[in-house]
């Protein structure tokens, strides 16, 4: 099965931008979660998509949105860019099947960097 | 604030010794899992430990859980020049399904 794929692999935008990513999922995973990265920060959770749903938030702002196809594939889209946002948004998918969270598989990620 | 966290930070060690890395966390979940990311790449899942379980092994890698401690330690035998990398560990919260909350990672060296 061919693996997690994040489009692009890097971007350079201004403040004030938006940018949108994308993220294609194994195939058959039907949950797609977004993170951001950043050396200060860390990994943080951004959202989860689970059949076109968002099933779980993390802490960001209203800035940050994301939404999944049928297909599974999900986007995400951070409006008005800010310094701050300059990170590795990385993406991965999981079968998610029952309750609980089976492992997650990564794509490689998308750096972005805002001047 | 941090779900998890690695302890140490950094860690360097020879090729073949053993490496040992440790997580806590604050509150209770449902799992926990070990991820390794080389060099700012995506990261890819080593193992997975539900609360109800103590122990587990992959090939060179041993994980252990306890809950009572709420603690986890990561054990590489054998190390490789191949092992240098950022090791994660990420929990799952009771009630938060689906989010995992990442620790800030402890860098492993291995020098050949």
């Known amino acids: 099965k061919a693996g997690v794929t994040q489009t692009p692999r890097y971007l350079i935008k201004t403040r004030g931008q938006q940018v949108t990513l994308s993220c294609s999922p194994i195939s058959g995973h039907r949950s797609v979660s977004w993170y951001q990265q950043t050396p200060g920060q860390g990994l943080q959770f951004l959202f989860e998509?689970?059949?076109?749903?968002?099933?779980n938030k993390g802490n960001f702002p209203g800035r940050f949105s994301g939404r999944q196809f049928s297909n599974s594939r999900s986007e995400m889209n951070v409006s008005t860019l800010e310094l701050g946002d300059s990170a590795l948004y990385l993406c991965?998918?999981?079968?998610?099947?029952?309750?609980?969270?089976?492992?997650?598989?990564f794509g490689p990620g998308t750096r972005l960097t805002v001047l | 604030s941090q779900q998890g966290e690695e302890d140490p930070q950094a860690l360097s060690i020879q090729e073949g010794e053993n490496a040992t890395m440790n997580c806590s966390y604050k509150t209770s979940i449902n799992n926990l899992q070990w991820y390794r990311q080389n060099s700012g790449r995506g990261l890819v899942h080593l193992i997975l430990i539900r609360s109800n379980e103590r122990e587990k092994h992959s090939g060179r890698l041993r994980v252990t859980l306890d809950t009572s401690k709420k603690s986890s330690s990561l054990l590489i035998t054998a190390s490789r020049a191949a092992d240098t990398a950022s090791y994660f560990c990420a929990t799952e919260v009771g009630g938060s399904n689906y989010k995992l909350t990442f620790g800030k990672g402890t860098l492993l060296t291995v020098n050949p």
């Open positions: 998509y689970f059949s076109e749903t968002q099933r």
């Open positions: 991965a998918s999981s079968s998610a099947v029952g309750v609980h969270h089976n492992e997650q598989f």
